[in-house]
């Protein structure tokens, strides 16, 4: 085949591929209703449901095991340039490679971030996962008049959570919003990859099994 046949198809190749990887990840486009794989651990939900607002400490590593079916749609939803909110986020997209979900971001201003918990909304996500302090006092106003949304906080969690809104802490983290300071003692060392990669999966797999509304303690 001469060379200049060879490139075209090449090319050609190329964009078909890149329309397709567009395609797959249209978030207006029709789909079957997200599921999930696989099942947690014994020890990772209690024996009983727990009540809302419950704080359930899960059995370590409990969550392996279950994975969102593919194309599962994510918004990241983050706040602040600390390097806490910097680990998280890096889960998160670990994550969302991983496990094949259709992950986009919205970055909030610290100043007035309900626009940006807005945005995050219209996209129609089936999960908005949320990193950053300056989140909280805004998350606390918006998700009650929001049920249909489900949320997931990490490193940080709601005074009041509604059922649509699970959060995942730690000793070290658990900030609960201005005049309401932290469930512990704030240790930014222990916001590691380990423990990032720890709660998005944890709390995934709360979401995806409908154990939601709670606070996950991953101690």
């Not at 992950?103 to 908005?128: C, G, H, N, Q």
């Amino acid at each position: 085949m001469p060379f200049r046949a060879v490139m075209a198809t090449a090319v050609a190749a190329v964009l078909l591929l890149s329309l397709a990887g567009c395609a797959t990840d249209d978030w207006s486009a029709p789909r079957a209703e997200p599921t999930h794989i696989g099942a947690p651990a014994a020890g990772f939900a209690p024996e009983t449901s727990p009540s809302p607002e419950a704080t359930v400490t899960p059995a370590d590593g409990s969550w392996h095991g279950v994975s969102p079916s593919p194309g599962y749609r994510v918004v990241l939803l983050t706040s602040g340039s600390d390097a806490t909110t910097g680990v998280l986020n890096d889960a998160v997209e670990a994550w969302a490679a991983d496990e094949q979900v259709s992950l986009r971001t919205v970055d909030a201003e610290d100043s007035d971030p309900i626009p940006a918990i807005v945005d995050a909304m219209d996209m129609k996500p089936d999960l908005i996962v949320s990193t950053g302090e300056a989140l909280i006092d805004a998350l606390a106003l918006v998700t009650p008049n929001h049920l249909d949304v489900s949320f997931l906080v990490l490193g940080a969690e709601l005074a009041e959570p509604t059922y649509n809104v699970t959060s995942v802490d730690w000793t070290g983290a658990g900030f609960r919003g201005e005049g309401l300071g932290s469930a512990t003692h704030f240790d930014e060392s222990s916001f590691t990859p380990e423990r990032g990669d720890a709660a998005i999966r944890a709390g995934a797999t709360a979401v995806l099994t409908g154990m939601t509304g709670v606070v996950l303690w991953i101690d």
